[in-house]
């Protein structure tokens, strides 16, 4: 990296420029890392297209990276201004877009739970939406794939978007919003601000909520805004779609009654390693309400249509493993399942397995959107598709 990677985005105006901050800022600035992760003040590991890279020596001792982090509070919404004044053992938020050009959200393990050096974890954001096209370039899907998912967001249906931790979960939802009539109304409901639809010039008609929590001098809770209360908010508030930037917890059921009572076109996030355990996990998560299993998984199934695995096949290759229907029929103690693509790992290649059901496609219908299989779609040349 050289100083031409520096941007005029405040961040030399607001750090000491010593070596250490100097470097630092380049590595925020570098439209190919991806991520940060310190570990301590001579422990500090970036990744970028081509993977993961160790540096020695970034700061000369803990009072110069202690001095780093609390300068980075200032460009975040943490609600801290001094790593050694907050009483949490974790701190966590997003960079403010008032305040910098960087787009992404900082973590910090406190020296409370850590019994050291704190550890900082900053995970930046492309500065530009990657589109499906550009998956599609990537290898990422396929045409007939990426055809489907068009139709899907256009048809409203409710989708989860399932994968491991920087899988491209996030990428792909925001890829999906492309897709969205201007006219509808989205709120977004998130822990830490990553989607940035309110950001689109396209989508003007969006809100974007993060949770709040506010602490005492001692670290007691004083007020807190959860993940839950954003997606009751979001019901009052008339909008068309709800999009849960993660659901990891009882917010799920709150969407879930979202999904049901005419918010058609939702979107979240899970952590998971396939889609049939995202399913699973979102049933508990509903279940987190109170609900029985039978009750939970038969409310999931009516609530989301389909299903969407990322997984990362190796470095700097993500790819759609799975798309994944969900059914109201039940099979044994499961709901039964509808598996419409999957990734062929010792071809590379892609494989449609199923075709949507009937009540798939009326949903897509009752939004105006008539299904046209994609395969036909391509052998016809329709569109510029057949390639």
């Not at 470097?23 to 439209?31: A, C, E, G, K």
């Not at 787009?103 to 499906?132: C, D, H, M, W, Y």
């Not at 998560?285 to 999931?300: C, F, H, K, P």
Request: with cysteine.
């Amino acid at each position: 990296m050289t100083e031409d990677h520096m941007s005029n985005n405040g961040l030399d105006d607001l750090f000491n420029m010593d070596k250490g901050s100097q470097r630092m800022n380049l590595l925020l600035n570098d439209p190919a890392v991806q991520d940060i992760r310190c570990n301590s003040h001579d422990r500090i590991y970036y990744t970028d297209s081509t993977g993961s890279k160790f540096i020695e020596n970034m700061f000369p001792g803990p009072a110069q990276y202690e001095a780093y982090i609390d300068q980075l509070l200032l460009i975040t919404d943490v609600g801290y201004t001094h790593l050694k004044e907050a009483k949490a053992a974790v701190i966590e938020g997003s960079f403010r877009q008032d305040r910098t050009a960087i787009k992404g959200s900082i973590f910090i393990a406190t020296n409370e739970i850590t019994r050291g050096a704190p550890v900082l974890v900053i995970r930046k954001q492309p500065t530009s939406a990657i589109s499906l096209d550009q998956m599609l370039e990537q290898g990422m899907l396929s045409v007939p794939m990426r055809m489907f998912l068009e139709q899907s967001v256009r048809g409203r249906l409710n989708i989860m978007i399932a994968g491991g931790s920087g899988a491209g979960k996030t990428t792909m939802a925001r890829a999906l919003s492309a897709f969205v009539d201007p006219s509808c109304r989205i709120v977004t409901c998130e822990e830490i601000d990553e989607l940035n639809l309110d950001s689109s010039l396209r989508l003007t008609n969006v809100v974007a909520l993060t949770s709040y929590r506010e602490l005492d001098e001692r670290g007691a809770l004083v007020r807190e805004e959860t993940l839950e209360d954003l997606v009751r908010h979001a019901l009052r508030m008339r909008a068309d779609r709800i999009w849960v930037g993660e659901t990891r917890g009882r917010e799920a059921y709150a969407l879930v009654k979202a999904c049901l009572s005419g918010h058609d076109g939702s979107i979240t996030t899970l952590h998971a390693n396939s889609a049939s355990q995202a399913i699973k996990q979102l049933v508990s998560y509903v279940m987190e309400s109170g609900m029985t299993e039978e009750v939970a998984r038969d409310q999931v199934s009516q609530a989301f249509h389909l299903a969407i695995q990322i997984q990362q096949v190796k470095l700097g290759r993500r790819v759609v493993t799975e798309i994944v229907e969900l059914e109201s029929v039940r099979e044994g103690g499961e709901q039964r399942r509808n598996d419409l693509w999957r990734y062929d790992f010792a071809s590379d290649s892609y494989v449609q397995v199923g075709s949507p059901s009937p009540r798939l496609k009326a949903a897509l219908e009752r939004n105006n959107v008539n299904y046209m299989d994609p395969n036909h779609f391509m052998q016809q040349g329709a569109g510029g598709w057949a390639r």
